[in-house]
Every structure is written in structure tokens, then in C-alpha cells.
């Protein structure tokens, strides 16, 4: 069923209005879950061609849903994807502050920098590969706009995939030598584990999971360039995080970063 674009735009702009004003809103998905999956990223889509026009820039793609549980969970049997923005990059040692975000949690990932553009719909393991330029580890502060984190596939893909902001590690890692599906990750605050996991996590691996990226996104109109940011998906399970918290995640040959968080 299609869903009259006027119902689109409704919904994109009560989830722009929950980011901008920091109040979250109810789920959106009555208003679009008759159009399905395809509704849902027409909204997310009427948002970015928004922010585009008014000065934000598009630096890389996060890739949600990574978990077969979490698919289950929602009735989805595939990931989900959402943009990346310069202004969602936080270097890692600046605090973040709660106030930039409604309700946050963190996820402790592999980002995959992209070395050359991915503009066809059927590239190979062997092309994507080739196409990594690096890896460092990465903490993920997804967010809602939803209260109460009340979604569902809809409301989530509507929501730009639940995205909020990113740290990036500082110190590159190139693939040779690596295993990027056996890497083990431990997520803590103050010496505590909050998260662990690793990539078999991401569909087996974050190679996979980045492949399947690379290939939607092609038939989406919106390829993969060089330089992109890949968030390859949740190694473990994501977690609260409160004022004050210095999150650490740890992850095997890829090394450490930290998302510190302001105490006022």
C-alpha cells in the first residue's frame, strides 16, 4: 500500500521537531506501517534530503538490526541503515554532553573507513575488502526520538535508525592480519563490563554486514564514497549511560576508545 506523501512529510516532521526541541514523541508507526519498510525509509529519507539542504553533511552509514535476535525481536529479517553526519562525530576525549541527545544508550562497534567509492549493486566480498582503507573500534550513542524507546521496525528506520552521535577510535588498523569476525569486545564503565560480544555478531561478520550495506545503498541512489564511515552493527548488547560516565569498549587487535560523558 502506498502511503500519500503528505502523511510522510507529517511524520518526518514530528521526528525532526522531537530532535530539535529535544522532547521525544509517540511512536510513529500507525501513522506509516500500512506502507511497510518502504515507508518508513521514505521518511527517513524526507528528513536527510532536509538536513542536506540546510547545511548538514553526509560522512558515512550505521548499520542497525545486526542481531538475528533483535531481528526476531522486531519481525524483520534483515538489518536496517541510517546516515551518518558530520556533526554526529565526537572526537574521542571531548565529554559529550546529554543535553545533544533525548535518550541515550551505547553500543560498542567496528567502523570501517571506506578507501574508494561503492557504486555497484552487486560488489563482492573480494571488491568490499579491497575497499577498506581501515578499522579502528567505535562507541555508538544511538538515540530515539520515540519515548520511551517505544518502536518498532517502522518507527525506528523512520527515525534515521535510532542514530544519535558516534566516538571514533584514533589509531587506524588495516585489515591484514586481522579477523574482524572473531574480535572479542568488552564495553565498561568504571572497571565494569557493561556490553561484551564480537563480530560474528554483525551477520558473521562486519565484512558481511558492510557488504550488504554497500550493496543497498547502490540501489538506494545514496552509494558509499571514499572516505565513508561504516558503523558495521552491535557487537554485544547496547546499554544506559548516565552523567558522568566515562565508557570504555575494548576490542581485540583493534584497541580501545572511550566516550566520556559530561557530568552537568
Known amino acids: 500500500m502506498t502511503i500519500d506523501p503528505k502523511t510522510i512529510e507529517q511524520a518526518a516532521l514530528a521526528l525532526r521537531g522531537a530532535a530539535e526541541t529535544g522532547k521525544p514523541v509517540s511512536a510513529i508507526r500507525d501513522l506509516i506501517s500500512a ?5 518508513a525509509y521514505a ?3 524526507a528528513n536527510t534530503k532536509y538536513y542536506l539542504a540546510n547545511g548538514r553533511r553526509l560522512v558515512g552509514r550505521k548499520i542497525g538490526l545486526t542481531s538475528i535476535a533483535v531481528q526476531r525481536q522486531l519481525g524483520v529479517d534483515q538489518p536496517d541503515y541510517g546516515m551518518l553526519f558530520a556533526d554526529m562525530d565526537v572526537p574521542e576525549g571531548i565529554p559529550v554532553s546529554l543535553d545533544q541527545v ?3 544508550k551505547v553500543e560498542a562497534e567496528i567502523a570501517i573507513v571506506i578507501g574508494r567509492d561503492l557504486p555497484h549493486s552487486d560488489l563482492t566480498t573480494a571488491e568490499m575488502i ?4 581501515y578499522v579502528v573500534p567505535a562507541i555508538e550513542i544511538v538515540d530515539s526520538r520515540v519515548a520511551n524507546w517505544d518502536i518498532k521496525i517502522w518507527d525506528t528506520i523512520a527515525d534515521n535508525a535510532s542514530s544519535g552521535l558516534f566516538v571514533l577510535g584514533a589509531v587506524p588498523r588495516k585489515l591484514d592480519g586481522l579477523d574482524l569476525r572473531s574480535c572479542g569486545m568488552v564495553m565498561e564503565v568504571k572497571g565494569e563490563p557493561i556490553s561484551v560480544g564480537a563480530g560474528i555478531a554483525c551477520l558473521g561478520s562486519p565484512i558481511t554486514a558492510s557488504l550488504w550495506l554497500a550493496r543497498v545503498m547502490a540501489r538506494a541512489g545514496r552509494p558509499l564514497l571514499e572516505g565513508d564511515v561504516i558503523l558495521s ?3 554485544g548488547p547496547m546499554a544506559g549511560v548516565a552523567r558522568g560516565d566515562v565508557v570504555e569498549a575494548r576490542i581485540n587487535g583493534l584497541g580501545t576508545v572511550r566516550a566520556a560523558f559530561a557530568a552537568d
Do not use: D, F, K, N
Not at 506502507?35 to 515507508?39: I, L, Q, R, S, T
Open 102 to 104: 533525548i535518550q541515550p
Open 130 to 133: 579491497r575497499a577498506v582503507e
Open 35 to 39: 506502507g511497510g519498510v518502504e515507508a
Open 43 to 45: 521518511v527517513q529519507e
Open 233 to 235: 552493527g552491535a557487537l
